[in-house]
């Protein structure tokens, strides 16, 4: 695609300025074609409108993306272009604290002017070995590539480290030098590898200055060779120096200090070997404080003086050379300061006795009068004469300044010469690695002769390095078949030309330096008149015409044409120089003798000095008739011729280079200043680098990395199952513009740009998978949390449901209930309420009811009364009334009627008169008759009803009047009762007022003794509250006393037990710390030995030095093998010091100090011991011959106790014999019937076997009661004739005094003495052995008393606290003890019944045992009968028993057959043979068996000489095939086993518990083998570090690839974009590693030992140090390896180690403490996979990253790099956080974990359960010659 389509919206760009070089800045909006202006916006937020060049129309530069950002090469970037580079080194050196970063070839390393901790012994070892591109930038693997392309080529290598002063180039050089001294180690004993180094000290000191930007500033430049032999270790060096800044000498600028050494010298001048220098302090001397500044922080001359010393000692420069350089430093010093006085213009003169220049002359050993002369005078010489002139003083003083440098250049060259000659080897050389530390490009406001050549030398290396990187390029083009286009790179050939062609400057310069007359003006005039507008790179300065300006490939350079010529002619007058070669001190002379050959061009290339001056000083005019002698070869031809052959020396080797940066002028530690960067990065040539890579294919990827990388981008159906055709036709649809990309053999080339647009594509379908995978995860998560909210809201429903239902039937019932007791209650009260109102109702009703009856009574009477009163006076009134009544309306009635009747008559008369009205009153009148009928019915009706009603009320009243009548009878009765109740009631009412009189009288009684009772109360109450209130306080006290007594008796435990633990701890700290030491000292002591062994060899054998090879051996460390031990060495005391005063003779090469000076301790030690020995055979002598005159004064007592001795010899010879018949009889009775019942468990047989086997023992204790009491009496017998002092006692019986005195020779004395040592040895065990048992049964005498002591307290105890508890509880507490008294003796009579049941279990076995030895007698003597007696009696047949013989678990052989024994049973022993088809640790077994039979014979040369020969046969054999792990392991299980038996059968208590009766009748019996045992465990540990080396030599190649680079889980993690160093791929081919690898491996190694018998634990210690080995190679390659740091792998690691932990489950060692070393490396993949955001974050890794150190944690979080861009880097401020908490942690600085660390071994003792008897020796062995015993 088109690079401008890459220009959308959200693109960053790159776009300049002033200050930050490049910012960065993204589009705001897509750019057309045709677009003049860019809409950007700033990362700071700011809108920028960038506006295109009109001319050109070129596009900001791309910015990469994030996840290629702090890459470990550059040309990994996609965007290859300055800006990406500058982003690129500032991301790795700010966050990432990285100082190294790739640029193709070149490693760049910037200045951290911090110390850090990546160059250690353990960083080293981390690279050695390693590929360039797996590890992170180094410049030890920069080194390492160095040294294995020359192993591997067979071509010298160079390694070229150039930079500004101040940028680190030294200190690379040095780390590079260090490298290969460590790794390489050297040809011989003469430690080449510490000179080489020692010599950088001495360069330092003498060469190196401190300036404005630099500390320590190399002044020179060198060119260091380091010679290796055929095996390509170290054997020499030699070192070239060019440019040596001379004028730093006599001038130094503000702030900065002449050359170390001076600084050193004055600081050290208090020294008494200082004083004749008579030196100072720096200020008094005027060539040392000019600067100002003599004193360089943190550092101390004083102790740089000391270190300097050494170096020139180890160099091999004697200290009267040493003297006299010093001499010749502090005569400069002196020079500097002798001044001049002006008598004229043109003349001057020195002080008379002027003491600087006394001083220089004493010192320098030459004429005072003659050096002040010629420092005031000049020599001209001419065609015919010579004159002597003075000079001015100014010349003088510069005369002065030239002599004191001259001097001081030539003390330089003879100390290069020396310490080439300390560095030449004799050996020859076969190839070599050069390390050239020179400046680099340099320009300053003024600029001299000194920058010209500095600048002129650049220019040759890059023109080299230009040359180089297009060579590369060109052969990966070919190599990949890709068609070859010609790069277009900066060919600096003209500039070149321009300085050392013909007619060049260079040239020009010495013609005009030949000139009489010639000056630096007519210098310039030629310059312009020659390459003025002629030559492209010359300019002229517009406003100087002393100055000239050169275009160099880094930058323009205006050079002052100022000093020029007298520079490069650098003058000194030679009469000064003959009154110096005329010295009385030897060492001026010598400077000065070879000076001629010095500045010839065949010593100038040879040895690399070029004197010459960089400071500008006023030169001296030279005479026109000066000869041409002093101008032989100029300092600029010299300089160009060995510039010359260093260029060739470069051409001929493999070049390696390393720029140095300096991030800022200040020093400031990681501080990284742009400006600067970028004008050092364009000035070294990386950016060149960069531009060759991007003008072709920059980006390269394997088919397979590819493929792995953007598998996302393919679809199922365009996989093929070749990789290269699914590469290109994926790519063909990518990326339409094939001109894009190239197909190679193995690679795809990409141009600039196609990478990061592959990477966009892929980031787009990653995100677009995402964000389909998260919208599914989220919709799955939201249904997931949805179904769970709704099953816990209707669980929450359904229990807050069921609680309300219960709630309310719990109130219901409640309400019910309620209601219930309210009904009662209510009911109650109201029925107490209704009784009490009807009692009182019914009281009321009856008072009321008579009061009412009474007074209706009254009323009733008084009514009736009325009632007849008002009868009879209203029947008068009535009657009067009616009368009245009666009159009046008769009167009326008769008034009325009258006139009715007058009115009627009237009417009556007028009716009369008509007829109709007759008719009228005829139908009114029948009407009126009607009515008055009905109304008389009705009259009628109603007096019945009143009759009736009137009869009611009759029959009412009559009935009433009865009642009435009742009444007030029952009244008059009632009145009576009330009569007599009244009586009553007044007799009672007395009686109460008697009772009330009692009463009181009682009451008053009774409160006079309820006061009394009340009163006692209280007082008794308030007696009782005192007594509790006291016994409470008691109790308090009591119980305060209590807790008091064990809160200390708790704190005294717990500080008891806190410090028992941790006193037991740091016992077992110190005791693992003593056990890894000795374990050290063991390993270093063979190492010694192994040397030795070699050193030996070569000097006997003269053997040659082997055909080289491509393996080499760390010079750490050598193989372990050795023949002789400290055990050999002891056992050998005779021949030691013969075979030690041998040696010196024979050796000539040097040997190791430290061995020569053990060797020799052990000779003295030796030859004590024989002088004691000595002694003590002399004093053996005197007491013999004391004996012998007590003997022959008791003869007839010797006689008697003899012939007693020989008479219990006969029993017990007859004794023996009797037994035998017995057996003999009893095998006998076995055989003579065949009858199966005979072998059944109840036959007779068997009864009499076991009655005779009874007797047998029995009689055998009783035999050996007798034998210990006959040797009792025999040592009675010796100590009776030799005096009592002496304890050694001969054994045997029959060495008689006599023989004593027969001994005349020493020799036949010697024998007696070992004699009577091994007997006194026996009577020591013995008395040992008897003292033990009676220890043992004191200690079981004292534990039954301590035991019984405890149950008497125990009782007492238990009866005092019984006693104080109540009745029943004693009783229930005495049942619970009797309870648990029965409970432990029913356990004891359980375990008595265990132990009855395994003895029977045991006698059982024991008969089948016996039965079946008997069924194979019967069967063999049915073998023996001949076919003879079958036939003559087959009915009855005679058996003819065999005898078997009991074997004693011993096996014997002739002393003769010793070597053949340890030939066929140890050298030429096939292990695989033996551990498959034999038992395991036989070869031990079969050693043991023949020890015991030497100590069966009492034999101890025997016994000496076989132990000794089996620990150097196995040493031999180890030695032999030391690299096979079989072998290893298989020896390490027998040395452990044969170890076990010398422990188990030692006839130690501690060692027998576990042996059977058998066993222990196989202990030996006569020697004491303690000694032997100690140096079989040291042979132990020496093999079990041997096994571990073995094991550390197969797995290191698999665990990088295995744990790292394989992805178990495929797919996690992509392949990111590398660079052209590339790293191991990731995927498993077939030549790479994988994790099941390393389990199979893993495997492999456990079946071997478990197959040889290795003892389980001490598996499990080598299962802990394989893990171990596994664990920290992963985690240092994980921290040097940045590509590894990265999420995905956390979980590739994460997954690995569980497949290791699944692993040990599967074995059963989870026990074994191999987990606990994997720690490290969980924590590291924990941290790579954990959030790494906020502060609870950091908390999180804190506690977690315990196993961690504080610099691995932030290691691993400064390399931890994204694979995609879904991950975000680690901020800094993270970081931060993370050493703030952490800061309080006290760990290792150490960064990585000790890979070689062997853990402390141990060898626990594992009895063996097999009988000695019962091995077979098999035919395969070919151990015929011995026999079983």
Request: proline share 3%; glycine share 4%.
């Amino acid at each position: 695609m088109a690079a401008s389509e890459l220009y959308t919206k959200y693109a960053r760009v790159w776009i300049p300025d002033p200050e930050e070089v490049w910012k960065s800045a993204e589009l705001l909006k897509d750019y057309k074609p045709g677009d003049k202006v860019l809409q950007l916006r700033l990362e700071e937020g700011k809108d920028l409108e960038y506006c295109l060049d009109p001319k050109t129309k070129e596009l900001p530069p791309l910015r990469n993306p994030d996840i290629l950002v702090g890459e470990n090469d550059l040309t990994a970037l996609s965007y290859l272009h300055e800006p990406a580079v500058l982003h690129n080194l500032r991301v790795r050196f700010i966050d990432s604290k990285l100082i190294y970063t790739y640029c193709g070839i070149v490693l760049v390393a910037i200045n951290p002017y911090e110390q850090l901790p990546i160059y250690g012994e353990d960083i080293i070892n981390a690279y050695s070995g390693q590929n360039m591109g797996d590890m992170d930038p180094h410049i030890f693997a920069v080194a390492e590539e160095a040294y294995k392309q020359m192993a591997r080529d067979e071509r010298n290598q160079s390694i070229i480290v150039s930079g500004e002063s101040g940028a680190g180039k030294t200190v690379s050089a040095k780390y590079a030098m260090r490298y290969f001294a460590t790794v390489s180690g050297s040809a011989s004993e003469a430690n080449v590898e510490e000179k080489v180094l020692a010599s950088n000290p001495i360069m330092e000191s003498i060469g190196n200055a401190k300036t404005t930007r630099n500390d320590n500033s190399s002044r020179f430049g060198k060119y260091i060779e380091i010679g290796f032999d055929k095996r390509y270790r170290i054997i020499g060096a030699n070192m070239r120096t060019y440019l040596l800044e001379k004028s730093r000498v006599v001038f130094q600028a503000e702030e900065e200090r002449n050359y170390h050494i001076f600084y050193q010298l004055c600081a050290s001048a208090a020294l008494p070997e200082f004083k004749t220098l008579r030196l100072g302090n720096a200020n008094y001397f005027h060539y040392t404080k000019q600067g100002g500044s003599p004193v360089i922080d943190g550092i101390d001359d004083a102790k740089e003086m000391v270190n300097t010393r050494q170096a020139c000692t180890l160099l091999g420069i004697s200290d009267s050379y040493q003297m006299g350089i010093f001499r010749i430093l502090a005569g400069i010093l002196h020079l500097g300061n002798v001044e001049f006085a002006a008598r004229d213009s043109d003349s001057c003169t020195i002080p008379p006795k002027h003491d600087p220049l006394t001083i220089f002359c004493d010192l320098m050993g030459v004429e005072y009068e003659e050096m002040a002369h010629w420092l005031c005078h000049r020599k001209l010489a001419t065609a015919t004469e010579t004159y002597i002139k003075p000079v001015s003083k100014l010349h003088a003083i510069n005369a002065r300044d030239a002599l004191a440098k001259h001097i001081y250049a030539n003390l330089f060259n003879w100390i290069v010469d020396h310490v080439n000659k300390a560095l030449h080897s004799t050996v020859k050389q076969h190839s070599f690695i050069g390390v050239l530390d020179i400046y680099g490009f340099e320009t300053f406001e003024i600029n001299s002769f000194e920058q010209f050549c500095i600048n002129y030398a650049n220019e040759k290396l890059q023109q080299q390095f230009n040359m180089h990187v297009f060579k590369l390029e060109q052969e990966e083009y070919m190599k990949e078949q890709i068609p070859w286009t010609l790069i277009d790179f900066y060919d600096n050939q003209p500039c070149i030309n321009l300085i050392e062609a013909k007619m060049g400057v260079l040239d020009l310069l010495d013609e005009e330096c030949k000139m009489p007359k010639g000056s630096d003006d007519t210098w310039a005039q030629k310059l312009y008149n020659t390459h003025l507008n002629k030559c492209a790179l010359f300019e002229k300065p517009r406003l100087s015409n002393k100055a000239f300006i050169i275009k160099h490939f880094a930058d323009k350079v205006e050079y002052q044409c100022e000093g020029f010529l007298e520079k490069n002619k650098d003058t000194v007058y030679e009469e000064q120089i003959k009154v110096l070669k005329s010295s009385k001190f030897k060492l001026l002379p010598e400077l000065f003798q070879d000076e001629e050959k010095v500045i010839s061009p065949t010593s100038a290339t040879s040895s690399g000095r070029v004197p010459l001056s960089r400071t500008p000083v006023k030169p001296a005019k030279a005479r026109p008739g000066q000869t041409s002698k002093e101008h032989k070869k100029t300092v600029g031809h010299q300089f160009r011729n060995s510039l010359h052959l260093l260029m060739e020396t470069l051409n001929a080797t493999t070049p390696h280079y390393v720029r140095c940066i300096k991030p800022n002028d200040f020093k400031f530690p990681f501080t990284f200043d742009e400006k600067r960067a970028v004008q050092q990065l364009r000035a070294c040539g990386v950016l060149e680098t960069i531009r060759i890579s991007a003008a072709g294919f920059p980006s390269r990827w394997t088919y397979q990395e590819f493929f792995s990388r953007y598998r996302v981008l393919m679809k199922q159906k365009d996989v093929l199952s070749d990789r290269k055709q699914t590469c290109k036709n994926v790519l063909e649809k990518l990326i339409l513009d094939k001109d894009k990309y190239q197909f190679g053999k193995t690679k795809i080339f990409f141009r600039a740009g196609q990478v990061a647009y592959l990477e966009k594509i892929r980031a787009d379908k990653l995100r677009a998978a995402c964000i389909r995978i998260q919208k599914t995860i989220r919709g799955w998560l939201m249904r997931k949390k949805y179904m769970r909210m709704r099953k816990a809201a209707i669980t929450i429903q359904r229990y807050v449901r069921g609680y309300q239902a219960r709630c309310y039937a719990k109130f219901l019932r409640r309400t019910r209930a309620a209601i219930i007791i309210q009904k009662f209650q209510r009911m109650y009260v109201v029925r107490k309420r209704y009784q009490c109102m009807r009692d009182a109702t019914i009281a009321l009703q009856a008072l009321l009811r008579g009061y009412l009856v009474r007074n209706k009574y009254q009323m009733m009477l008084r009514e009736h009364k009325s009632i007849i009163i008002q009868k009879h006076v209203r029947g008068w009134l009535a009657r009067v009334h009616y009368h009245r009544t009666l009159k009046a309306i008769v009167y009326l009635q008769c008034c009325y009627r009258r006139m009715m009747a007058k009115r009627e008559l009237k009417k009556l008369k007028i009716e009369a008169r008509s007829v109709e009205r007759y008719k009228k009153l005829h139908i009114g009148l029948e009407n009126k008759i009607m009515q008055l009928q009905r109304k008389i019915d009705e009259q009628n009706k109603e007096y019945k009803s009143l009759l009736e009603k009137m009869n009611n009320l009759e029959i009412t009243y009559s009935t009433e009047t009865e009642k009435l009548r009742s009444d007030v009878e029952r009244l008059r009765m009632s009145e009576e009762e009330a009569k007599n109740a009244t009586n009553r009631v007044l007799s009672l009412q007395e009686e109460i007022a008697k009772l009330r009189k009692e009463l009181q009288q009682t009451q008053t009684e009774k409160k006079t003794i309820e006061e009394w009772a009340d009163k006692y109360k209280h007082e008794t109450e308030q007696l009782v509250s005192e007594l509790k209130e006291q016994n409470t306080l008691l109790k308090t006290e009591k119980e305060e006393l209590n807790r008091r007594i064990h809160d200390q008796a708790k704190e005294i435990t717990e500080t008891m037990e806190k410090k028992l633990v941790e006193e037991t701890k740091q016992l077992e700290l110190d005791l693992n710390d003593e056990r890894l030491r000795y374990q050290n000292l063991l390993n270093e002591f063979s190492r010694l030995e192994e040397r030795y062994d070699d050193l030996k060899d070569e000097m006997n054998l003269m053997v040659s030095i082997p055909k080289p090879g491509h393996k080499r051996t760390d010079s750490t460390h050598s193989s372990n093998e050795s023949e002789y031990t400290f055990s050999s060495e002891i056992t050998e005391a005779e021949d030691l010091p013969l075979r030690m005063e041998q040696e010196p003779s024979e050796k000539k090469a040097p040997l190791d100090m430290s061995l020569f000076l053990k060797l020799q301790k052990r000779v003295t030690e030796l030859e004590q011991e024989k002088q004691s020995l000595q002694d003590e055979l002399d004093r053996k002598e005197e007491q013999a011959l004391r004996a012998k005159a007590k003997e022959e004064e008791r003869p007839p007592i010797r006689g008697a106790e003899l012939e007693y001795e020989s008479l219990k010899r006969q029993e017990l010879e007859s004794e023996n014999k009797k037994l035998k018949n017995e057996l003999n009889e009893l095998q006998k009775a076995l055989t003579e019937t065949r009858s199966p019942e005979v072998t059944a468990p109840g036959a007779p047989a068997y009864r009499v076997l076991l009655d005779q086997l009874t007797s047998v023992s029995e009689e055998l204790e009783v035999r050996k009661e007798e034998v210990l009491i006959l040797r009792s009496q025999l040592v009675s017998q010796k100590e009776a004739i030799q005096p009592k002092e002496d304890k050694n006692t001969m054994t045997d019986s029959t060495i008689l005094l006599e023989d004593v005195q027969k001994m005349k020779d020493k020799g036949e004395i010697a024998q007696a003495y070992i004699g009577l040592k091994e007997t006194n040895r026996l009577l020591e065990s013995q008395l040992q052995s008897q003292k033990k048992s009676h220890e043992n049964e004191l200690e079981s005498l004292r534990g039954e008393i301590q035991s019984l002591k405890e149950e008497n307290n125990r009782q007492q105890q238990l009866l005092a606290q019984n006693l104080q508890l109540p009745p029943e509880a004693r009783i229930e507490a005495s049942l619970q003890h009797e309870i648990t008294r029965l409970t432990n003796e029913n356990l004891d009579l359980m375990e008595q019944l265990e132990k009855q049941d395994k003895t029977v279990r045991k006698l059982k076995k024991q008969l089948k045992v016996f039965a079946k030895k008997i069924g194979e007698l019967e069967v063999g003597q049915m073998e023996n009968i001949s076919p003879g007696q079958i036939i003559d009696e087959p009915i009855r047949p005679v058996n003819i028993p065999r005898k078997e013989k009991d074997f004693q678990g011993m096996l014997e052989y002739k002393k003769e057959d010793e070597q053949k024994l340890v030939k066929n049973l140890i050298l030429e022993l096939k292990p695989r043979g033996v551990a498959v088809n034999l038992i395991p640790g036989l070869p031990a077994y079969i050693l043991f068996m023949c020890v015991r039979h030497a100590d069966y014979l009492n034999d101890d040369q025997k016994v000496r000489s076989l132990l000794t020969s089996t620990i150097n046969g196995i040493k031999k054999v180890l030695k032999k095939r030391g690299d096979d792990f079989e072998t290893v392991s298989f020896w390490l299980s027998n040395t452990c086993r044969f170890l076990h038996c010398l422990k188990q059968y030692s006839g130690e208590e501690g060692f027998m518990k576990h042996n059977t009766p058998r066993q222990n009748e196989h202990c030996l019996t006569n020697f004491d083998l303690a000694e032997y045992r100690q140096v079989l465990s040291d042979l132990a540990i020496q093999i079990y570090q041997q096994l571990v080396r073995v094991l550390e030599n197969i797995l290191q190649p698999m665990i990088v690839s295995g744990m790292l680079e394989h992805e178990t889980i495929q797919g996690v993690s992509g392949v990111k974009p590398t660079g052209l160093r590339k790293r191991t791929s990731s995927i498993a081919d077939e030549g790479t590693y994988t994790l099941d690898s390393i389990i199979r491996q893993l495997n492999s190694f456990h079946s071997v030992m478990c197959q040889h018998g290795m003892d389980p634990e001490l598996i499990k210690q080598v299962v802990k140090q394989m893990f171990y080995i596994i664990g920290a190679v992963t985690l240092n390659n994980l921290l040097l390896r940045k590509d590894m740091c990265s999420w995905s792998k956390g979980m590739q690691i994460r997954y690995n180690v569980s497949q290791l932990e699944e692993w040990l489950r599967d074995k059963n060692l989870m026990n074994s403490g191999a987990k606990e070393t994997l720690e490290p490396l969980i924590q590291a993949a924990q941290l790579l996979q954990v959030k790494k955001k906020t502060d609870e974050d950091a908390e999180a890794i804190c506690s977690m990253c315990n196993a961690l150190t504080t610099a691995q944690i932030v290691k691993v979080l400064n390399l931890y790099t994204p694979v995609n861009e879904f991950e975000e880097r680690v901020l800094v401020s993270f970081i931060r956080t993370i050493q703030l908490r952490l800061r309080d942690r006290k760990d290792s600085p150490q960064l990585l974990m000790d890979a070689k660390h062997i853990f402390p071994v141990t060898f626990p003792f594992n009895p063996s359960s097999l009988a000695l008897e019962t091995i077979q020796i098999p035919a395969s062995l070919g151990l015929g010659f011995i026999s079983r015993v």
